[in-house]
């Protein structure tokens, strides 16, 4: 039951893959024409890595979202044009370095790396996304407009990263030293007129539980989440098909959206130890020994690891869904209630597995003591039929053996020797009858 590590090394820059790309493409490709240029709005900081919008209205009333990847910024574009304008060698055979430069490998998707930012802004029907840099410039520019929904998702970000974004969002400054530690417990707080939400998400390591810490603050116009490399908001349930519908519904929905996720994730973690309960349960009556009673005791830790998170976070979900939460709209505090009726329901199953796992441990201790009583009737067994052979043979004493081993001695020893073996084994029988050996 450890604390899982914040961050942990990717495998590559997206937007430096993505640099590496355009660059490569541009040097081997024509001029882009006039027409897949980048917007002008955007043209300060670069073309959004993927723009959604919506095509037409679908049977249910939601947009149809169409994704392109917008044209290389101008100055890549450029680049064939300056290799195409230099002199080549009179030899007949010979190549532009550019041509000869030109990668034949298709374009692999990169891999995500950690401290980074991503930055959505859904306006007019649109969805937008930057990464890195571009995502902190376009950042400042958004919140200046008007009617833009703005989600920042900074996932394991440096000290400069989160100073930055927070001096643009104007956070609090104990709210940013917050985002910035990360050792936080389960809350809810007011700060200002934003919203800061602290959950836990659970998983397995190594056949143990460990927790990792999940933040978000709810503004006015824009969303902040703030995670470690371990947690993929993009690949959750809801936000598997894009980010633009939720972004459209709400901020308050989206954030719904990342947190159902979370708390759905806690049922199969629960299930498992339910599962392995169950099986020490049956483990426990056919052989008690020492390795099932630490794992006990480490079922228990556990238990409470996860019975310490979930308390906090079914009262903070109780308030969401209230109608004193300003915050979170009418129509979404419905989807709040759901998350705060499966919260419910993950506690009273976890109370019934800390019931299980304590009356586990208690028959345990019982089959304990019991297998150290049957060890001592079996003693006690024992005991008597050695203790009368013994007493019988101590009245003769080794001289009267001696004796009767060179046939000095009468037959009264040998019919005393015969009848204390003879008493022995009825002592032995009996005992035997009434399970003591």
């Not at 394991?156 to 936080?184: C, F, G, M, N, W």
Request: charged content about 25%.
């Amino acid at each position: 039951m450890a604390k899982s590590p914040s961050d942990r090394p990717g495998s590559g820059s997206r937007s430096g893959a993505r640099s590496a790309r355009v660059a490569s493409a541009a040097a081997s490709a024509p001029a882009a024409p006039a027409a897949s240029a980048a917007p002008t709005d955007l043209s300060a900081v670069g073309a959004p890595i993927r723009a959604t919008s919506p095509a037409a209205p679908s049977a249910s009333g939601k947009p149809a979202v169409v994704q392109a990847r917008s044209a290389a910024p101008t100055a890549a574009a450029a680049a064939p044009t300056a290799a195409a304008a230099a002199p080549t060698t009179a030899a007949p055979t010979a190549t532009s370095p550019a041509t000869a430069a030109a990668p034949t490998v298709a374009p692999q998707v990169p891999k995500l790396e950690p401290g980074l930012v991503r930055l959505a802004v859904f306006e007019r029907g649109a969805c937008r996304e930057w990464e890195g840099a571009a995502a902190l410039a376009e950042l400042e520019r958004a919140m200046g407009r008007k009617g833009a929904r703005i989600w920042i998702d900074l996932r394991s970000p440096s000290t400069d990263q989160v100073a930055a974004v927070s001096k643009i969002l104007r956070l609090h400054p104990l709210l940013a030293e917050d985002l910035i530690e990360r050792d936080q417990r389960a809350k809810l707080e007011q700060v200002g007129n934003m919203l800061h939400l602290a959950l836990f998400s659970l998983g397995f390591d190594d056949g143990r539980i460990y927790e990792r810490e999940i933040e978000f603050v709810l503004g006015q116009s824009f969303l902040l989440s703030n995670h470690s490399a371990w947690w993929e908001p993009r690949s959750t349930r809801h936000l598997r098909t894009g980010v633009a519908d939720p972004m459209g519904r709400g901020l308050d929905y989206l954030m719904w959206a990342l947190a159902d996720d979370i708390i759905d994730s806690y049922f199969p973690i629960l299930d498992e130890l339910g599962d392995e309960i169950d099986d020490l349960e049956d483990r426990v009556v056919n052989r008690a020994d020492r390795a099932l009673l630490e794992r006990l005791f480490e079922l228990k830790r556990e238990l409470i690891l996860i019975r310490r998170v979930t308390a906090p976070e079914r009262e903070m979900f109780n308030i969401l869904s209230s109608r004193e939460e300003n915050a979170i709209s009418a129509e979404h505090r419905l989807y709040f209630r759901d998350a705060y009726d499966h919260l419910i329901r993950l506690t009273d199953e976890l109370d019934t597995y800390r019931e299980l796992a304590s009356a586990t441990l208690e028959t345990y201790l019982s089959t304990v003591n019991n297998n150290l009583s049957l060890i001592m009737k079996r003693l006690t067994g024992v005991t008597v039929v050695v203790a009368g052979i013994g007493a019988i043979g101590g009245i003769f004493g080794m001289s009267e053996a001696q004796n009767a081993f060179r046939l000095d001695e009468g037959p009264g020893f040998w019919i005393v020797t015969v009848g204390s073996l003879v008493i022995a084994g009825v002592a032995a029988t009996v005992l035997h009858k009434i399970d003591w050996i």
